[in-house]
């Protein structure tokens, strides 16, 4: 995974293929990307947040995406044949803030090029969009985040059932369309995990256990 924000200005080319001879840090190129998939050629490659490279960086990866290979700063030529890769990006996201109304939804690669070069987007097999999640999506999350919770507790012979109210609080609390699953996790955090481990520490010999609704709360307690 490459945090393009990391490569936001031209400097960060260096750390995609190595410094060349004469400069400072050209024994040192074992952290590069052309390094890394050298070692490494049968990879994934995630750039995420793609916006955010400089355009001498965009370039760079066109040669990738265009001929599979890179030449380092050593002057050796790296096979990216193998490679898998992905980029996110926020780009275009919010747009439909500028709508009006009446305004028809535009299509989703003139939404991108103002933000990128038309021969880098099709360079991509696919350009993918995702949607909003809603509330009915979150709920399925919650079901999976909560297993995850039973998989910890497990491991010390606890078991927790959580009620379709609780459920359904949790979901309510965590629901933010900008903000996508994000907050979802800090709830379950906040709510389950912290309140689970509280319940734990004053009843270490309840096994157990069952999340509710009580008086607008979330609450712990033993199973019945």
């Known amino acids: 995974r490459l945090d393009m924000s990391e490569y936001s200005d031209r400097t960060a080319v260096s750390k995609l293929i190595g410094t060349t ?11 590069t990307l052309t390094e890394r998939v050298r070692r490494n050629p049968y ?19 066109l040669q990738v995406l265009d001929d599979g290979r890179l030449t380092d700063g050593q ?7 193998n490679t898998v890769i992905i980029a996110t990006s926020n ?9 009006t109304e009446d305004a028809d939804k ?11 070069r038309p021969e880098f987007l099709n360079r991509f097999n696919a350009v993918i969009e995702f949607s909003h999640l809603t509330k009915e999506d979150l ?19 606890i078991d927790l059932v959580v009620s379709q109210a609780a459920k359904d609080y949790i979901t309510e609390e965590g ?7 994000r907050p979802l996790r800090r709830v379950v955090e906040q709510e389950i995990r912290d309140k689970v481990t509280d319940f734990h520490l004053d009843h270490l010999d ?19």
């Open 75 to 81: 002057g050796n030529t790296v096979n990216f044949k």
């Open 106 to 116: 535009p299509e989703l690669m003139d939404r991108l090029k103002p933000f990128f």
């Open 91 to 99: 780009a275009g996201f919010g747009y439909e803030a500028n709508l």
């Open 21 to 31: 001879a004469g400069y400072v840090g050209y024994d040192d190129n074992s952290n």
């Open 43 to 61: 990879s994934i490659i995630l750039l995420d947040e793609i916006e955010k490279a400089d355009p001498q960086v965009i370039t760079l990866l």
């Open 139 to 157: 709920s399925k999350i919650v079901d999976l985040m909560l297993a995850e919770v039973n998989q910890t507790l497990a491991k010390k012979d």
């Open 175 to 181: 629901y933010d369309e900008v903000m996508g699953v």
């Open 206 to 224: 309840a096994k157990h256990l069952e999340a509710d609704m009580e008086d607008g709360d979330l609450v712990i307690r033993e199973k019945a």
